[in-house]
């Protein structure tokens, strides 16, 4: 997904001379297309995360348009404190790009597996959450966060080899979008485990249940009267995501949900509140908090 911002944001930047990509000690092997072709405007800020948010907050003040770049434990936890104070307080127009949500590196052990920072920045005023399911979505999504001028987050996974979008989807911030129909009820997927569920659902209709499948892509903002259309004819509704169960895709649909009266069957699929206690692999480490696409369908069939 990382190759996907990059080409996006060296686009953009050909035509917009506000943009600035900042990042910190990292890029080898991403950001080179960005700092051959824009010099001046990539700034390799160090290992000082909180002075990199503080830099960029100065470059939005000042009329341009930073992007900043990190791992994401490093451009989201880390400097907090900034993000809220210096970006989000001042409502300013600084995209945050992390890379590795999730389980992504998973081999250098729970520092690096972030799985609760969608519930932070999902609380923050003025923020906007972004979670492209692949290639196609991150290059969407990157184009329609560039038209906002407010703070926005886009969480990506380190690699990109998943797919959903066999061509470039027509998706908009704050909007589900929906990829298949389905009668018995509906899986409501976020990031690349949509992907999973696209899975999921064929190996379920096996069995003779038929799931409709949602992209949250957005989340935060969410129009909830779009999303309340789409699913409230579904009596059983399920969401699946790669982060925390708490404060993600589940509780934000199920906020939602209790606000709306809705009297079917809801359920949370994703990682339960515990750090990981295990070091491996993404596709490990997905297995061994059952989200992996073998995990998901058992969740499912339990629940049913």
Not at 17 to 45: M, N, Q, S, V
Not at 210 to 227: A, C, F, Q, V
Request: hydrophobic share 40%; aromatic share 8%.
């Amino acid at each position: 997904m990382r190759r996907a911002f990059v080409k996006t944001l060296a686009e953009l930047a050909k035509k917009d001379k506000r943009i600035y990509l900042l990042t910190g000690d990292l890029g080898y092997r991403a950001l080179e297309e960005f700092a051959k072709k824009f010099p001046d405007r990539f700034i390799e800020c160090g290992v000082a995360e909180q002075n990199m948010m503080g830099v960029a907050a100065g470059l939005a003040l000042s009329g341009k348009k930073p992007y900043v770049y990190s791992i994401v434990p490093f451009v989201t936890l880390r400097c907090l404190e900034q993000i809220r104070n210096d970006i989000c307080y001042q409502n300013l127009d600084v995209k945050i790009i992390g890379i590795g949500g999730g389980f992504s590196y998973g081999t250098l052990g729970a520092t690096h597996s972030v799985l609760e920072e969608v519930a932070i920045l999902r609380a923050l005023p003025n923020m906007t959450v972004l979670c492209p399911a692949d290639l196609s979505a991150t290059e969407e999504l990157m184009l329609k966060a560039y038209q906002t001028n407010t703070p926005a987050y886009i969480r990506t996974s380190k690699l990109g080899e998943y797919k959903v979008y066999n061509q470039k989807p027509d998706l908009k911030i704050g909007l589900a979008n929906k990829i298949k129909d389905g009668k018995d009820g509906i899986i409501i997927a976020t990031g690349l485990l949509l992907s999973f569920c696209l899975d999921v659902a064929k190996e379920l209709k096996k069995e003779n249940i038929d799931l409709g499948l949602l992209d949250l892509h957005t989340l935060k903002p969410i129009d909830k009267k779009n999303l309340l259309e789409q699913i409230k004819a579904h009596k059983r509704i399920f969401t699946v995501e790669e982060h925390s169960a708490i404060g993600g895709t589940g509780s934000a649909v199920a906020e939602i949900l209790a606000e709306s009266g809705y009297n079917g069957s809801f359920k949370i699929i994703a990682v339960p509140d515990e750090f990981p206690k295990k070091i491996g692999s993404a596709d490990y480490l997905r297995k061994q908090h059952s989200i992996s696409k073998e995990g998901i369908i058992k969740n499912i069939l339990k629940f049913l």
